[in-house]
């Protein structure tokens, strides 16, 4: 069964204490892997697309990785203003608009 | 411009009602998408649309109606909806080939 795991469910940094999120997959046949922040009440807002293997994207404090099992969305030096929820989302080759999203992590920055 | 835009932001609807949601983009996107998101849960697929048709219909009950009018436009008709319908209602779109979507701010639905 496809499964989407992220951890932990909910952080909690200082500004400034560099910290990574974990996104763990388990499906068949990954064709992309998706990094979204979504804030309360508003919808998702697209960060990252990773494809294969040893991919690493790069956006400001934000950084993202990914291996055959798992990604990593490292924050680096974080500001309050990165306090949001992460979600992580699995796409397959097959039936690929459909997404699988893992539950994702609720991250709050203190000043 | 990464902008899908969603109207209205908020709706309280009673349970006799019928509503509709609009959903627009123009970023020439042939893939529109509806989820439905309760609080402290990922978003949950509804319908997709594929080149105007519906290609994905994820077992939603019959008060919820997709339209698609045209490659911009999509909308969710609403009739005899349950208290437990409430929640925030997402549009998406993304390039037919599967490639990122970008969601909208969402409709914050509440059915009395």
């Known amino acids: 069964e496809d499964q989407v795991t992220q951890s932990p469910e909910a952080l909690r940094l200082q500004e400034g204490e560099s910290s990574s999120l974990n996104c763990s997959y388990t499906?068949?046949?990954?064709?992309?892997l998706f990094w979204y922040r979504q804030d309360p009440g508003k919808g998702p807002e697209f960060l990252f697309t990773?494809?294969?293997a040893g991919e690493e994207k790069e956006k400001e404090r934000l950084k993202a990785t990914l291996t055959k099992k798992e990604s990593f969305l490292h924050i680096t030096a974080p500001k309050p203003e990165d306090s949001a929820t992460y979600l992580c989302?699995?796409?397959?080759?097959?039936?690929?608009?459909?997404?699988?999203f893992g539950t994702g992590t609720r991250l709050l920055v203190s000043p | 411009d990464t902008e899908v835009t969603q109207t209205p932001k908020h709706l309280v609807m009673g349970m006799t009602n019928k509503k509709s949601l609009k959903c627009e983009q123009h970023?020439?996107?042939?893939?529109m998408y509806w989820y439905k998101q309760k609080a402290k849960k990922p978003p949950e697929l509804m319908f997709v649309?594929?080149?105007?048709?519906?290609?994905i219909n994820e077992s939603v009950p019959s008060r919820f109606s997709p339209e698609c009018p045209n490659s911009s436009l999509l909308n969710l008709h609403l009739h005899a909806l349950q208290p437990e319908d409430s929640a925030l209602y997402l549009c998406?779109?993304?390039?037919?080939?599967?490639?990122?979507?970008?969601f909208g701010q969402g409709t914050r639905l509440t059915v009395v």
């Open positions: 998406a779109s993304s390039q037919a080939g599967g490639t990122e979507a970008f």
């Open positions: 499906v068949s046949g990954l064709r992309g």
């Open positions: 990773l494809y294969s």
């Open positions: 989302a699995v796409q397959k080759n097959t039936g690929f608009q459909k997404l699988v």
């Open positions: 970023m020439g996107h042939r893939a």
């Open positions: 649309y594929s080149y105007e048709k519906l290609s």
